[in-house]
């Protein structure tokens, strides 16, 4: 048995505390950050064991260079109008965000969060999906919603909280939930999505339906249990759903090395579970369509799940309750070596002679025209603080298909009181 005293030459135990490479004050510099070209990397038939490319988890897929030209085998060889489809849901969500963020800012709204440099992930996998494939999403993932052609005028109303605001008043601005777009309601509870969507995959799977689920975090989501518990049952069951982590270097004011970024890649946690993991890079929209795509091949064929990393930088605040500047340096969204998605895919549409600058200028005037107009639309339903949109006595309705004799006991018991109030 070791005594003290043998102990005597070892030096004491400490812990590693992880430090963001830049500050505020700092210049960004991002030149050690690995980025293979576009299209080497090599694109595994689906039916692959997950063991056989273990690889990818550590690279980073790529099809558009920086020229423009989408190259290699993970490439999706879509037409020229999905790419343009593509790059008008991402200007879209763009234009979307900066109106709303600014609806925030004039007192309409309590809160709003932007997706600004991320439009790809959640675009690029909305398309390359099925529009009835379940999506269990964070709060960053919006462009779904727009891609799936979700009126912008509901989802104003949501964050207005106003009469016409499907939810009622009853989620947080920004919390949408739609089951006719495969929309799942959005929860501030990090990670709870993730165990939600393994479990729907599975009744999918053992209803011998075919549609399969796709959900998303962030890469600090990844330290929650839920995390975990999710990855473990759809390894165990095989369970057809596709993971993403967004990694966007971000979680609020901690960097991503608090999530274990600073040992190994966000996709590498796949290996661990037995899971085909692919690291992509995030800024890519046609990299993302294709890695969806061919982890939407492998779930409906029931060869499992399949983890994503989105590598990719959350160029803007966390949230409109948020303020970069104290905390990281303003230098970095300039320095993100992957670029903006929405100027690489509009790019490269110029680059096949598919697009041009003029064309890319009338359509960002005539997005604006239309969420302007459809801000004006929702605004006529009301906007938050301006009275009551919802009658009080609705918060005790829709938890329940029939409201129990307690809630409506204290539901009456609140009217009275209103009534003696005079209100
Ligand atoms: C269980 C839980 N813990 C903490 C929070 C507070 N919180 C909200 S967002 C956030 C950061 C999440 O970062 P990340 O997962 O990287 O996603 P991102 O915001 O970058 O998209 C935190 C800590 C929460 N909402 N839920
Ligand atoms: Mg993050």
Request: charged share 25%.
């Amino acid at each position: 048995m070791s005594s003290e005293r043998d102990r005597a030459n070892l030096p004491p135990l400490a812990l590693h505390v992880p430090e963001p490479r830049f500050r505020p004050g700092d210049e960004a510099d991002f030149s050690d950050i690995v980025v293979p070209p576009a299209g080497v990397t090599r694109r595994p038939d689906t039916a692959d064991a997950a063991s056989s490319f273990h690889e990818l988890a550590y690279g980073l897929v790529r099809v558009l260079d920086d020229e423009g030209n989408a190259v290699g085998p993970w490439d999706p060889r879509l037409d020229a109008d999905a790419k343009r489809r593509m790059l008008r849901s991402m200007a879209l969500t763009r234009a979307f965000d900066e109106r709303m963020f600014r609806a925030q800012r004039q007192g309409k709204t309590s809160f709003y969060m932007k997706s600004t440099g991320e439009e790809a992930v959640s675009i690029g996998a909305a398309m390359a999906l099925a529009g009835d494939d379940m999506c269990f999403p964070s709060y960053r993932q919006q462009g779904i919603l727009i891609t799936r052609g979700y009126p912008i005028v509901q989802m104003m109303n949501q964050i207005y909280s106003n009469r016409a605001d499907p939810l009622e008043g009853r989620q947080l601005p920004i919390m949408y939930s739609s089951k006719e777009f495969g929309f799942f309601s959005i929860s501030g509870n990090l990670a709870t999505q993730y165990p939600q969507a393994v479990g729907w995959a599975m009744a999918s799977a053992a209803k011998g339906d075919t549609r399969i689920s796709a959900t998303w975090c962030g890469e600090g989501s990844t330290a929650e249990g839920d995390f975990h518990s999710a990855l473990t049952f759809a390894t165990v069951y095989k369970a057809p759903v596709i993971f993403n982590v967004v990694n966007n270097q971000w979680a609020i004011s901690s960097f991503s090395g608090f999530a274990g970024a600073e040992a190994t890649t966000f996709a590498a946690r796949a290996i661990g579970y037995g899971i085909a993991g692919l690291r992509v890079d995030g800024n890519d929209a046609l990299a993302v369509y294709a890695a969806t795509e061919w982890a939407a091949e492998r779930a409906r064929t029931n060869q499992g799940p399949t983890l994503i990393e989105h590598f990719t930088y959350r160029a803007e605040g966390h949230s409109t309750s948020d303020d970069p500047t104290a905390y990281r340096s303003a230098g970095e969204p300039n320095a993100w070596p992957l670029g903006d998605p929405i100027r690489r895919l509009k790019e490269h549409l110029i680059a096949i002679g598919e697009w041009d600058e003029a064309r890319h200028a009338a359509q960002d005037l005539e997005l604006a025209e239309l969420v302007k107009a459809s801000q004006k639309e929702a605004e006529k339903n009301g906007i938050l603080g301006h009275g009551m949109h919802q009658p009080f006595e609705s918060m005790f309705e829709g938890v329940f298909e029939t409201i129990p004799w307690h809630l409506k006991e204290q539901q009456q018991q609140m009217l009275d009181e209103q009534k003696a109030a005079g209100l």
